[in-house]
Structures are given as C-alpha cells and as structure tokens.
Nanobody, 116 residues
C-alpha cells in the first residue's frame, strides 16, 4: 500500500536551514505529482509547494517563495524540501502528500520549530 514517511525536522534558530525528506513506497513514485503541506497548531493545513513528476517544474506558496526549494530523486523514491532563511512563522508540522487514485495519502509528518 502507498506509504510516505517524512524525516529531517528539528529545532533551528531564525535564519537557519533544514532539509526535509519524504521516502515513498507502494506506488510508482515517478508517475505522480508530489506536494508538501504544513500545519501550525492553530491554523489550517497550508500547501507549501508542488513538484511535477519529473521534477522539472515547481510552484510555491507566496509565504515560502525564494526560501524553500522542492526537489525529488525518482531513482530513490524520495521527495525533498530544502528550507533556508527560516522564520518563526515557518514553525509547523510538515507533511508530504500524493493523490493516489483520487485519494489523499499523507505521511505522519515531521516537526519543524523555528525559535530564538
């Protein structure tokens, strides 16, 4: 069955960087658009960005544009989120997502905390 597992979260000071990973299994990874979402404790889930099947095209939320970069390694079934110049408002649980046969599939998430 489709499975996604995020990793790489942690605590970092403002201005710092983190790289998140999402390992995928149970489906043909290269055939699917992948997404990163995040959710802060008192806010709704927010779409962070999207990457095309080949990795040749990406889109980002305005709040992270220019600071975050999504990439993927289809040979390793892995999705990445490089986060630079982090801000306190980036604090959230981060999730990777795939729509597989019309159903949303989520990983368990990885926590990112940005504070001084």
């Amino acid at each position: 069955q489709v499975q996604l597992v995020e990793s790489g979260g942690g605590s970092v000071q403002p201005g710092g960087s983190l790289r998140l990973s999402c390992t995928a299994s149970g489906f043909s990874f290269s055939g699917y658009v992948m997404r990163w979402y995040r959710q802060a404790p008192t806010k709704e889930r927010e779409l962070v960005g999207i990457i095309s099947r080949t990795g040749g095209a990406t889109t980002y939320a305005d709040s992270v544009k220019g600071r975050f970069t999504i990439s993927r390694d289809n040979d390793k079934n892995t999705l990445f989120l490089q986060m630079d110049r982090l801000k306190p408002e980036d604090t959230a649980m981060y999730y990777c997502n795939v729509v597989y046969y019309g159903d949303d599939t989520w990983g368990p998430g990885t926590q990112v905390t940005v504070s001084s």
